[in-house]
């Protein structure tokens, strides 16, 4: 019993050491891949816009005095010449009824002066009295015609400070608010005026560009000069602050003379029409701006992951082993990332599983088609 034991056991190791090791193989994953190709894109850029009215006036008293009564409601539409305050006007009254007091006086002491300057003349034609008289009744006369043209010219002043006591609309528009109520001392020097009056049928919307912006902007338009340039412009779509689109295309028709030396940017101007008024001055919303781009790589959202704030994809080599790249995205088109670096024309990437991937990694790729060609050449 004991001998066949050991005969079994030198069979198990002579079993042992000339048998194979087992190959223990891992199946590589099927991952997806397609080529990565060039095509034509439009992107579409927001700019914050402030609105104001083609016409913006403010309205300020020319006199001091009391606000005596505003003529019109807040808000209100009014007519170019319309009144809309009136300031009270009795000093203003008395100053005028003085000045023309005045202008009468100096007109009897042109008259008396005249008649002295007739009767001297006859009298020294015959030699009655010498010529001396005359002369000096002569200059007597150049007073009086002096203190009448001052006197005019004062009641023309109060004539004007009076008509000031109404105060009337420049120009047509919409009025807005009054912060001087009735009885409130107004003055031409008052920190605040009276009220402003918007015309607003049609509206200037302004924007800024980045000085980057504003180079790629310019760039994609032909002609030699910025106005030339401009003339080439698509319309301009404004965004209103609910996120709807305004039903009515404008027109950049303005570009700053230079840019802000603090914000590095630069102001433009689009004007749109406004018929219905639904647009006032003070309204914000946005510009949206296209920009072609003829020759772009697109990467599907999709084969993008994004870590600490960097978007990455994983390309594949000629060994089907990947590598993590990040790529510059310059836009959004649909489901798809606009590149400029990170990836090259006719390289492929994994589309989708890149979650589960890492550094080196064999795969076998399965070839998705034409979806990022198809993709690129929307």
């Known amino acids: ?54 016409i913006n006036v403010e309205i300020r008293p020319q006199i001091e005095g009391i606000l005596s009564a505003t003529l019109v409601d807040e808000g209100a539409y009014v007519i170019k010449g319309q009144p809309i305050f009136k300031i009270d ?5 008395e100053r005028y009824n003085d000045a023309r007091a005045v202008q009468q006086a100096a007109e009897g002491a042109l008259m008396t002066a005249e008649l002295e300057v007739e009767k001297l003349t006859s009298l020294v034609e015959n030699k009655v009295v010498s010529d001396f008289q005359l002369k000096t009744a002569k200059a007597a006369l150049l007073v009086a015609k002096g203190n009448l043209a ?27 608010r009054f912060p001087k109520k009735q009885g409130s001392l107004v003055a031409s020097n008052d920190p605040e005026a009276l009220t402003r009056i918007s015309n607003v049928q049609n509206v200037r919307v302004y ?42 295309k404008g027109k950049i028709d303005m570009v700053d003379g230079q840019f802000n030396e603090t914000t590095g940017a630069i102001t433009l101007r689009a004007t749109f029409p406004n018929p219905s008024a639904l647009l006032r001055s003070g309204n914000t919303g946005k510009i949206r701006l296209s920009l072609y781009h003829p020759h772009v790589l697109k990467v599907p959202m999709e084969a993008t992951i994004e870590m600490q704030d960097k978007v990455f994809v994983y390309a594949v080599d000629e060994s089907n082993k990947v590598a993590r790249s990040q790529i510059t995205i ?12 990170g990836v090259r024309k006719g390289q492929h990437i994994v589309l989708s599983g890149i979650d ?20 690129t050449n929307n």
């Open 1 to 54: 019993m004991k001998k066949t034991l050991m005969l079994s056991v030198s069979t198990l190791l002579l079993y042992s050491c000339t048998s194979k090791p087992t190959q223990i193989t891992t199946a590589l994953q099927r991952l997806p891949v397609a080529e990565i190709r060039s095509g034509m894109a439009t992107t579409y850029q927001d700019y914050p816009a402030t609105i104001e009215g083609a």
């Open 89 to 93: 006007d009795r000093p203003f009254r």
């Open 207 to 248: 924007f800024s560009l980045g000085e980057n912006d504003f180079v790629n902007f310019k760039s994609q338009y032909p002609g030699n000069s910025l106005t030339e340039k401009m003339s080439q412009l698509p319309p301009a779509t404004l965004i209103l602050a609910d996120q709807s689109n305004y039903n009515i």
């Open 150 to 176: 001052q006197a005019k010219a004062q009641v023309a002043n109060a004539a004007i400070n009076l008509g000031y006591t109404i105060i009337k609309a420049p120009v047509s528009g919409y009025i807005g």
């Open 330 to 341: 310059i836009g959004k088109s649909g489901d798809n990332y606009l590149v400029s670096q």
């Open 356 to 375: 589960r991937l890492q550094e080196g990694t064999i795969i076998q790729p399965v070839n998705a088609g034409n979806k990022v060609a198809e993709i």
